[in-house]
Structure formats: structure tokens, C-alpha cells
């Protein structure tokens, strides 16, 4: 395990030493948030929508007191899509799309000796490899929750109004009560802590891969089960530090 | 010139080479013979610099290269062409790209030169049309001519080529074998190839290393390796010759196999009542 560890920061020291042209970094990581950002949008949607609306029907359906107004279930939304669903919720769901996609690209890469070719070009391959998909995963999931948090408040709007639950009136008002800006703030720093550990994790297990294509799908299993504990373990610490 | 000096390499306490010292020279094909599991490709790695020997060392003519400054060995490792067992080709670039890579990397030419760079070097290893290619299209053969033309392509001084003809037809690899030769005396370069293929041995080896067990136990040129008494070094050419010689009967096999259908089917056709 610590060796795991110090392997994995040796690694991330190798993103920064000699590394390659601004412009070819820059280029790079364009590419690559393009292909996280694009292909993340259809599934962070559908996840990040229905999570608002089950929120909003369960939340309705656990309050039973007259004494409680009904625009609290719109509120209770926002604070859980904000606080938790939003940053936490995508990035686990992130972790399993982008984190096996880089494990698996990087594996394939190394176990073909394109890494290999790389590196007799004198080009440092973590350098040219991995940062970029750290930079544009640290770019990206910030958007990628932003755009959660939208669709997750719509779609506790849309479940809510449809059923009945809450009225449209009732449920801008609880969106709009009480709102800590700082609590936007919490959640893009989260999704950044997450970005990072989801892209370094997933590009680590995938750069040490060797044998087969066996051992790609492995690589790819194990990065996505990191990245998700390693989520986890950072969700807590940030609300620990930061709330 | 590439001399190497006492390489010694061990993974998990076992020894993979063990000692090997040697002069490979400028403008000739220079083979590193030997069965699977020899060290051949772990040598040809520590000479390149993807493996760090645990002692000895590597000097491209006359620069120190195993533990000298990154930037020198960065600067050696830019004249450094390699074909890889499998190509390397970066798959999700088309064939134009994959050549192009080295020259947009290494070097400060604009994108005209570079892609009549790229065009020249694909005319030379006759892929001329194929740009458009991405290496999922391309035959075994075909990948190994691209790899050939990404390692030509920023002029480099030293082709390393590892295992070139493992899966391909013979005809194919004489003809990749015969590309090498072509380009490593048109060009003046330093051309070190890891085989155990006795055919290479015979067609392009200017001088040859044998490998056996991680030691060097023999080196010297293609006219004077029958007639060596090193028992490993027989039992391989042999070994090598019956493998041969058993592919050849089964290719004789095959196109009489093919000759027999052929003239059953003639004699059908011929036999068929008409209308």
C-alpha cells in the first residue's frame, strides 16, 4: 500500500519534470477536455436529472408535518444537489466513464509500446500523456457539476409540479431561501479535489500496466474502484476542512 | 559508432545479461542473434534507454549516454530511430500523422516540409497514397514500413529494429529486411536488429552478436558464422534450419494442395454436361 503510494507521487512528479512545450500541453489538453467534456454531457444529464427528482419526491414524501412549509422540499434540493449529489454524485459517475476510459487508453498504449516509442523520441511520455488529461479533467468537472446542479434542481422542479407533490410557486421559493453562495464555491472545489484524484489515479493504474489485454481490463477495474474510494475518502475530508 | 561496455541487467535476482560489451558500426546491419528469453531485447532497451543496465555502459559515437545529463541523453535520443515488434504505431493517428509525429515534435520545420517530408518518406518505404490510413487498415507488413518511415523520418543516425520480420510471411520480411539494408546504407546510419531469424542472418548481417543465456558467446560476420565450433551457437543454426526447412515443405505442402483442387475443379467444370 505505501508503496503504491510513493510509486503514484513519484508519477505525479514526473507530470512536471522536463516537461513538454506550453503549446503542445495547451493543444493537448483542449483535445482532451473536448473528449471528456462532450462525451461526459449525455450521462452526467440523465443521472444528475433524475437524481433531482427522486430527491424532490422523497424529500416530499418525508415531510408529513402541516407545521413544515412545502417550499422546504425545493429547498432541500438545492442544499443536496449543491452540497453532495452535484459534485459527488457526477464524479463518481465520472470516475467510472472517464477513469476506466483513461486507464484503459493508457494500458492499451503501454502494452502495444507506444509509450516505449515515446519515450526513444526523447518525448517524456507521463508529461505528454497524463498532464494533459489532468489539466482538462480539472477544467472539465467543475463545468460537468455546474451543469448537474441545473439539471438536478429542473428536474426536482419538473418530478415535483408533474406529481403534484409541490406547487411551481413553492418550489422557487425554496430554491431561492436561505442560498450561502459559499456553498457553490464548496462544490467546484470538491469537483476539482475529484478531478484530480479521479484523472492521476486512473492515468497511474494505466501507465503501470504490463502483460495483456487481460491486465488492461484490470487496470481499468482497479483505477475506476481507486478513483471512487479515493472520492469518497476526499468527500469527507473537504466537508471535515472546508464547512 | 555504438559501443557498449559490460551491460549487466537482473530482474528479481535473475540475470538476464550478464556482461556484454560490443561495437556496433556506422553504416552496417549489425544483428543480435539468439533464441526467445536470450536478453536480446532487454539489451537493445538498455542501449536505448528504456531500461537502466544495473552496470556498464552505452556511448553513441563516442558521447557517454547511460547515466550522463538528461539533456544529452535527450539530445542522443532525438537521432534515435526504432522499430518496434509490433510497430507502436499511435493508433488513433492516421499514417500521415503517425510519420509526421517525430518531425512536429523534434523539429522546428513548418508544416509544408513536414509533410513533404512525411511524403517522402512514405514513397521511400513504397506506402506513397497511404496518408489517409489509420493503422487498423494496414496490413503486418504495412505497419512495419510506416514504423520504418516514423523512425527515418527526422534523419536519424541510429535504427534500432526489434524483432522486424516477427509476424510476417517470408516474402514480406525479406522484403522489410532488404528496406533496412537500402536505408541503413543510403543513409550512413548506425542499424542494430534484434532476430532469431537465420534468414536475416543471411540476407542483411553485416556483423552478428550471439546471445545465449544473457552472455555474449560469439561475435563475427555471415560468412564466418557456419563455420564456428560454439556448440549453442550449431544447435541454434540448426534448430533454426530444421524450422525452415519444415516451413518450407509445409508451403510445398500447401501449393500442391492448391495445384490438386485447381485441376479437380478443371476437371469438373470440364465434365459438366452443357446447358
Known sequence: ?243 | MIEIHNIHKSFGGKKVLDGISGVFETGKINLLLGASGTGKSVLLKCIVGLIKPDLGSVTFDGTYFTNNKLDIRQEIRRKIGMLFQGSALFDSMTVEENVDFPLKMLTNMSRKERIERVNFCLKRVGLEGANRKMPSELSGGMKKRVGIARAIAPNCTYLFCDEPNSGLDPQTALKIDELIKEITEEYNITTIIVTHDMNSVIEIGDKIMFLFEGKKLWEGTKDEIMDTDIKELNDFIFANRLMRDAKRIEEEDREEEQEREAEEHARLEKNKPAG
Request: aromatic share 10%.
Open chain 1, 1 to 243: 500500500m505505501l508503496q503504491h503510494f510513493g510509486k503514484y507521487l513519484l508519477f505525479m512528479s514526473s507530470l512536471f519534470v522536463r516537461g513538454e512545450s506550453p503549446r503542445i500541453i495547451f493543444n493537448r489538453t483542449i483535445d482532451e477536455a473536448i473528449l471528456i467534456g462532450i462525451n461526459s454531457i449525455f450521462i452526467v444529464a440523465i443521472v444528475s436529472t433524475f437524481i433531482g427528482a427522486v430527491t424532490c419526491v422523497q424529500v416530499s414524501y418525508n415531510l408529513t408535518s402541516a407545521l413544515i412549509p412545502r417550499s422546504t422540499i425545493g429547498f432541500m434540493v438545492r442544499e443536496m444537489t449543491i452540497l453532495e449529489l452535484a459534485p459527488t454524485i457526477t464524479s463518481i459517475v465520472l470516475a467510472g466513464k472517464v477513469g476506466s476510459n483513461i486507464a484503459g487508453g493508457l494500458g492499451t498504449m503501454q502494452i502495444t509500446e507506444q509509450v516505449d516509442a515515446l519515450e526513444v523520441m526523447g518525448i517524456n511520455s507521463t508529461s505528454y500523456l497524463v498532464l494533459p488529461k489532468v489539466m482538462a479533467a480539472v477544467l472539465v468537472f467543475p463545468m460537468l457539476v455546474v451543469l448537474a446542479m441545473f439539471l438536478s434542481i429542473a428536474g426536482g422542479y419538473v418530478a415535483g409540479t408533474l406529481t403534484g407533490e409541490i406547487t411551481a410557486q413553492e418550489y422557487i421559493t425554496g430554491i431561492r431561501s436561505d442560498f450561502i453562495p459559499y456553498n457553490i464555491t464548496f462544490a467546484l472545489i470538491k469537483s476539482i479535489v475529484f478531478a484530480f484524484l479521479i484523472s492521476t489515479i486512473s492515468s497511474f493504474r494505466g501507465y503501470y500496466t504490463s502483460g495483456g489485454a487481460l491486465e488492461v481490463g484490470a487496470a481499468s477495474t482497479t483505477a475506476v474502484t481507486n478513483s471512487v474510494i479515493a472520492v469518497l475518502i476526499a468527500d469527507y475530508v473537504c466537508a471535515e476542512v472546508l464547512l
